[in-house]
């Protein structure tokens, strides 16, 4: 089994930037999938990035060339590099590991003036 935890999570101003992490303890995160997802109020959780385990890399097309997913090895963690931030990218947005359907808790994310 593997536990997730995300944080980064802040309020932001439209055009800004922040970094998502996902913590992962009980497995290594080179050794499956993890996705980042999220979900804005009264919409259904949404798939936004992957990261395989051979370092391949794929986006929704609403974040493609502003969002960026990342793993470090030696801290067990991925990361979610996202700019040039929307207020429609306001969510919560959560890592979760593939091979083990496994979910963060979540960090929320809000894009505002």
């Known amino acids: 089994q593997v536990q997730l935890v995300e944080s980064g999570g802040a309020l932001v101003r439209p055009g800004g930037s922040l970094r998502l992490s996902c913590a992962a303890s009980g497995s290594s995160v080179n050794s499956y999938a993890m996705n980042w997802h999220r979900q804005a109020p009264g919409k259904q959780r949404e798939w936004v990035a992957t990261i395989s385990s051979g370092g391949r890399l794929n986006y929704a097309n609403s974040v493609k060339d502003r969002f960026t997913i990342s793993r470090d090895n030696a801290k067990n963690t991925v990361y979610l590099q996202m700019n040039s931030l929307k207020p429609e990218d306001t969510a919560v947005y959560y890592c979760?590991?593939?091979?083990?359907?496994?979910w963060g808790q979540g960090t929320q994310v809000t894009v505002s003036s």
């Open positions: 979760y590991a593939v091979q083990y359907n496994s």
